[in-house]
Structure formats: C-alpha cells, structure tokens
C-alpha cells in the first residue's frame, strides 16, 4: 500500500536518508472517522532513523508512553533538553540497529508534543480546547495507519512499546494483523483493570478540579494561570505508581530534604517531577490520554480479549516488570497466553517499577534482539 486516491504518500525523502531525529509532520486533510465522533482533519507529529529498504521491509514502529513523544533517540540539544527516551536501544550497532532498521516514532493522536490534541488549533484557528473529541487507544493507532500509509509502510518488521505505548502496539497487532510481522509489548495489559482505573481516577479530579482548567478551555489564560497545579498532583500520584516501595524506601527512607526544608526527601522528589511535567505537557492531553488508556480494551466490539488476542499472527513477546505496581506481572503473563504462539512472558527484573521499560535498557535490548533474530 503506497497511500489512496484521496491520501497520497509524502515525499519519500527518507529514502534517501532522512535527517534522524528532526521531527516532521504530516498533514491529514481528511476526516479521520473516531470511535465516538469525527477530527476533520489533524497532524501527525513524527521522527525517523535509518532509511526505509526499497521493498519497505525494515520498518519498526516505536510508541511513546502516556508523557513520552516522538524523540525516542538522539542526544539531548537545542529543543531537546533530554537525550531521547530509548537513546540507548536506538541507533548504529544498538538493539534496533538504524544502519539496517527504519525506525519510525509517532507523536500519539491527542498528545501536545506536535501531533494535533486538545492545545492545537481547529480548522478555525481557535484551540480545540473542551471541544476536542475524546479518542481512544483505537482511534489512536488508526491515525498511525494514515502515516504508514503515506511512509509507503504495509507491514512493520516489529511494532514496540511500553505502558500506552504496549497498548497501542497490542491495537496494530489486533486490528491488521497481517501488518504486524513481530510485536513487542511492555509493561501493558489486554484491558485496563479497575485498579489501573482507579489510580487515574484521583489524578483526573486534581486536574479537573483546578479553577485554573476552566472547563478546558484555558489555553488564553495569563501565563502561569493554567492548571499547573492539578496537573503537579497528577504527576505525583502517578509517578508514586510508576517507581516501587523497595526503591523509594532505598532512595529515599525517611530523610529530610535539606536543613530547614520542611519536606521529606521523596516529596522533594515528587515536586520536582511535577515541577517538570508542567513545563513540558499539556493539562488536557494529561487528561485525554488517561482517558485512552482507561478505556483501552482490546477485546471490545471483538467479542472479548481471548478472540481479539487469538487473531494475532505477530511472532510475540510479552514482557513485564517484576516490581511493577501499577501494570503487575500476571497481567503480562495473562497476555501472552492470550497470544497464539507467545510463549511465556519474559520478566524484567528491576527495583524501579513500571518505568522500568524506559530505565532498564539492556534486558529491553536483549528482548529486541531475540524477538528479532
Ligand atoms: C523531557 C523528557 O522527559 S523526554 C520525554 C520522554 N519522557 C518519557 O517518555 C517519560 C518521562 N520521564 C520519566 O518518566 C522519567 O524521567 C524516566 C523514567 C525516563 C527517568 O527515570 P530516572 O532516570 O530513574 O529518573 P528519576 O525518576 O530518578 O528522577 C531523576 C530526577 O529527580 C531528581 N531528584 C532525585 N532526588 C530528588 C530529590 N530528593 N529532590 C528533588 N529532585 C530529586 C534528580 O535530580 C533528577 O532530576 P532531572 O531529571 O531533572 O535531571
Ligand atoms: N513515566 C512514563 C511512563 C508512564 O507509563 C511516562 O511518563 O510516560
């Protein structure tokens, strides 16, 4: 598939070797039809790495988490303050060798890092604001199908991710199966559970809750008059979940912060996440994405997960974290089993919790490669 009639493919400048890392967008001017309602039109936000084989067989498709964006490799510089969140999987001679692999990262329908979501303009130039329609984890990788369509991508050699990112992962391999040569989840279930839903309930009325969301609609508000607030206590709560009891007590134990700071060290810590996220993530994506990641369900509409995992044909590997508070093992092992030929779930072995799949690189590299060959 090299685009439709009405969706041409883009330039094909990669083919001759893109500028890796320099991110790119790509317009749809077409409806992009949602579980529940319609974007008349969005943009979709992406970096590459590598160059895309002449008969496209190399492609592997990489998805961020819920914070996460499209600057998934490269060293940190100007517009990057951080170095990319799977630097050390990502690049000449790593797990995902860019002198072989087309590696693609999409910025997620409905974040703030470039793709269209609730911070960018409608058709009319006024942000979208309340009025952005809620998307799901579906919707999501069908905005992805449009951008691999018009990469000239019809099936990936490998699509991978972790949390939101294993959710989406899971979503291609469900829906087109026959895209999906291997597939790589981390860290994520077939379908959110109520505990998962639950830890994201308080998290929403932080932000919700904020008078600075005004409904929603606070992208004209004075500079520093947002929901940064509710936005900082979602962050804590969350990032408690991401990261384990033994880690914090080991880090942290029940130190002060400094002579005369008030807090306990592992508040300090939680501040500073949340002092972070607000300067670089936007209060409604937060709350749009969790959304996402709540109604996430791949059994639903497909008469339940076992029918909807047992369509797979990806050569699977499912991996969790053995600390994993929030997205615990069993639902890693409940997965694989799910996916024809997966075999058990591999386990990554780690003191640091959920975010394990973006901290523990060499046993995430050594999944890679043996999904790969
Ligand atoms: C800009 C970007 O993040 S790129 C976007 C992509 N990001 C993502 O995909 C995920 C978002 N990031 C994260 O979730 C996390 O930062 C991770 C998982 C990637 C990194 O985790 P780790 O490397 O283990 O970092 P950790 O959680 O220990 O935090 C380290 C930070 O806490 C600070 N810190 C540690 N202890 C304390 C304390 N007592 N008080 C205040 N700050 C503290 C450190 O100084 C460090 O600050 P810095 O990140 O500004 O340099
Ligand atoms: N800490 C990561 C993982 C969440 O699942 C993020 O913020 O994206």
Redesign the pocket.
Known sequence: MTGSPEFPPVTGAWRAGNPPGRRQWLAVDRPLRLEAGELPACTIAYETWGRLNSDASNAVLVE??L???S?AAGAAGPGH??PG?WDGLIGPGRALDTGELFVVVPNVLGGCQGTTGPSSPDPDGKYWGSRFPQVSVRDQVHAEAVLADALGIERWALVTGGSMGGMRALEWAATWPARVESLLVLAAPAASSAEQIAWASPQLHAIRSDPGWRGGDYYDAAPGDGPHRGLGIARRIAHVT?RSEPELAGR?GRRR?APGDGRF?VE??L???AD?IVR?FDANSYLLLTGSMNTHDVGRDRGGAGEALSRITARTLVAGVDSDRLYPLHQARELAAGIPGAGEAAVISSP?GH?SF??ETPQVAALVKSLLG
């Open positions: 961020h988490a914070t996460g964006d600057h303050p951080s969140w991401y942290f912060q060290a300090s810590y501040d500073h996440h972070k670089r640091y975010d973006l901290i």
